[in-house]
């Protein structure tokens, strides 16, 4: 819904995660292995490095495609240049298709909504709740048409006071990650909620 070129990297229409290796072995990318014997020479634990690595290397979010449960993720029938992820059974493109409320749908459903409303490439945006600890809060705006976006990035459930320019309009649900959208005054939003309104004058 933000403004920009929106792209896709290979795995996330389907939900994969960052890999975990468990041993550095299994790390290929240059920056990864320099920092790894240059953090042990610091006087840094294996296990200290390797987390560190968790948390900023890039070798983890370049595993091979998960296409099915077959071996590799079904990559390739030889060796990959890197391991697959070893939650390729549960997380494949096999699998996501056939969940209808899987993430690849979800996927498909965000493009649709971005190819058939021209407000969530041209609307003009426009920050609001800019206090608010937990929620990140947004409106588009494009003729008579207004986008309220609301994300709640954290694991508890949370609730703002919405302005009350946006109170006063009547919004429709558009999309959201969570079954129901709840539409009140207060806006409420679960762990990690995101829920997207349109207001037509």
Request: with cysteine; hydrophobic share 30%; proline share 4%.
């Given at each position: ?118 407000i969530i ?8 709740l800019h ?42 649900p558009l ?27």
């Open positions: 819904m933000m403004k920009g070129t929106p792209y896709i990297y290979q795995g996330e229409e389907i939900g994969m995660t960052n890999v975990r290796y468990s041993s550095i072995d299994e790390y290929r990318d240059i920056e990864t292995l320099n920092f790894y014997n240059e953090a042990l020479n610091d006087g840094w634990t294996e296990e200290k490095a390797l987390e560190a690595i968790y948390a900023k290397g890039r070798d983890n979010a370049r595993t091979p495609m998960q296409w099915d449960s077959s071996r590799h993720g079904g990559f390739t029938e030889g060796t990959p240049w890197i391991k697959v992820n070893q939650n390729y059974k549960d997380i494949n493109v096999e699998k996501a298709m056939k969940k209808p409320d899987s993430v690849f749908h979800y996927y498909k459903k965000l493009i649709e909504l971005r190819k058939k409303n021209e490439i041209y609307g003009k945006y426009n920050l609001i206090h608010h600890p937990e929620v990140y809060a947004y409106t588009r705006t494009l003729g008579n048409q207004i986008l309220l976006v609301m994300c709640n990035f954290y694991g508890d459930n949370t609730e703002a006071e919405l302005p009350a320019d946006i109170q006063e309009k009547k919004f429709e999309i959201g990650n969570y079954k129901d959208i709840q539409i009140s005054r207060t806006i409420k939003l679960r762990p990690y909620e995101t829920q997207v309104l349109l207001f037509n004058s």
